[in-house]
């Protein structure tokens, strides 16, 4: 690679590639889950649940050792383990005994199944814009659009960022709503001196084959409150069929799945929670690095970590000022990309999928929108998320911090190949 590669033609105009060989994929799995997950499979028990009021209606000895060993990592009195954070979070807005037509306020910036599990028990999605510098839920759009019918709020910790808790638990306890704190993708994070996630009524982590530390697919269910706890177990694991036995006296959503993870899987998370501090840390550390390379960059905004937080960095949010650089997005997307820069386009703004803007969920006639439950027309017209939506459209750009293992000099050569096209802008226009 010459010295003057900054200067020299683009490649998407017929220079030479800065990244010419790809990064290596991540991987956190070592031999120490090869050795657990082969342990579980000569065993024979590769699960112990029943779904029957049982002692083995809590699940396996790794089940068990791996939400103990959670509930020591997080600081928090449970850890309920399920068989992918959608499943999680269908089991959170279940426990907290959320009503049909009751509404939740969400982020419109994040997965889709975080709307989807508050859709799954006929509840309203409500969306809430988010802020501008961690692409959180902003707590001031959350007062705006509390209403009667609001029962619950879901922070959605994105990109590795600790939402703003402090003043959402304030909101929450204002006007009496549970808050559940979606932090799939922030793992390590701290806010304040906890750990991010831990600071809802209820909290969680995604364990899918591409986050920090993982078990193919899985979640991690935290609380402190017993009865939400015990709910999410009966959630988990058939409900209606334990509850007689169990004597469990309050039946609201006691409709039960099989959410369960199993013995395997458990066996790996057991031994890569012992690695997320040394895998967030490195993380961390590439973040620095890109920060520290990429920081004088004219028109190129770099990750904000607001004071008393840390940042796990499952993705690297980038923001483009486009009347400065005066180049579409796209165009610039397309010359990283030429150069061998892998981007994430981040989220599609969940408020503007066909689903909420037709109103159609469950059959073809708007339920739960057009029926008797839902007490009001819930507007999810483009326009009521404007951050969010000038986001997707034409500012956002982000590295996916966790589909490579990348090293100073893989940090280096994405710099190099920023600053060769910034250097070029002129060509692009």
């Not at 799945?257 to 690695?275: D, M, P, S």
């Not at 998320?385 to 982000?398: D, I, K, M, Q």
Request: aromatic share 8%.
């Amino acid at each position: 690679m010459s010295t003057n590669a900054t200067h020299e033609r683009l490649a998407l105009l017929g220079g030479e590639k800065t990244i010419m060989t790809p990064f290596k994929r991540y991987n956190s799995i070592g031999v120490e889950e090869v050795q657990a997950a082969k342990q579980v499979v000569e065993s024979g028990v590769l699960s112990q649940f029943l779904g029957c009021w049982d002692p083995d209606f809590y699940g396996g000895p790794k089940v068990q050792e791996f939400e103990r060993a959670c509930e020591a990592h997080f600081g928090v009195k449970h850890a309920i383990t399920v068989n992918s954070w959608t499943s999680g979070l269908i089991a959170a807005v279940g426990a907290i005994g959320i009503e049909p037509g009751d509404e939740i306020i969400v982020s419109p910036w994040t997965m889709c199944a975080s709307a989807t599990a508050i859709l799954h028990w006929n509840a309203i999605p409500v969306f809430a814009d988010i802020e501008a510098n961690t692409f959180c839920l902003n707590p001031k759009s959350v007062e705006a659009n509390i209403t009667p019918y609001t029962k619950a709020i879901m922070a959605v910790d994105i990109f590795g960022h600790s939402a703003d808790m402090e003043a959402l638990m304030a909101i929450a306890r204002k006007h009496g709503l549970k808050v559940i704190s979606d932090t799939a993708q922030a793992p390590g994070a701290m806010y304040k001196g906890k750990y991010a996630g831990t600071l809802a009524d209820i909290g969680g982590y995604s364990l899918n084959y591409h986050k920090h530390i993982h078990t193919g697919e899985g979640g991690i269910l935290v609380t402190d409150d017993d009865d939400l706890a015990e709910r999410m177990r009966l959630i988990r694991n058939h409900a209606e069929a334990v509850v007689g036995d169990k004597g469990v006296t309050d039946l609201r959503n006691m409709v039960g799945y099989n959410f369960r993870l199993g013995e395997i899987e458990c066996a790996i998370g057991i031994e890569q929670l012992k690695k997320l501090k040394t895998l967030v840390a490195a993380r961390r550390h590439a973040a620095e690095r890109l920060t520290k390379g990429l920081a004088n960059l004219p028109g190129l905004r770099t990750p904000v970590v607001m004071a008393d937080c840390t940042h796990s960095y499952y993705i690297y949010p980038l923001i483009l000022d486009i009347k400065q650089l005066g180049v579409a997005r796209a165009r610039i997307c397309e010359a990283l990309a030429a150069e061998g820069v892998g981007l994430s386009p981040g989220y599609q703004n969940v408020h503007l999928l066909p689903m909420y803007q037709q109103k159609i969920a469950y059959g073809s006639r708007g339920f739960p929108w057009t029926s008797d439950i839902c007490h009001r027309d819930v507007d999810y017209a483009k326009g009521i998320c404007p951050v969010a939506e000038e986001l997707h459209e034409s500012t956002y750009l982000g590295l996916e911090m966790c589909v490579h293992e990348l090293s100073g000099q893989d940090i280096d050569l994405i710099v190099m190949a920023f600053a060769k096209v910034w250097n070029q802008m002129e060509s692009l226009r």
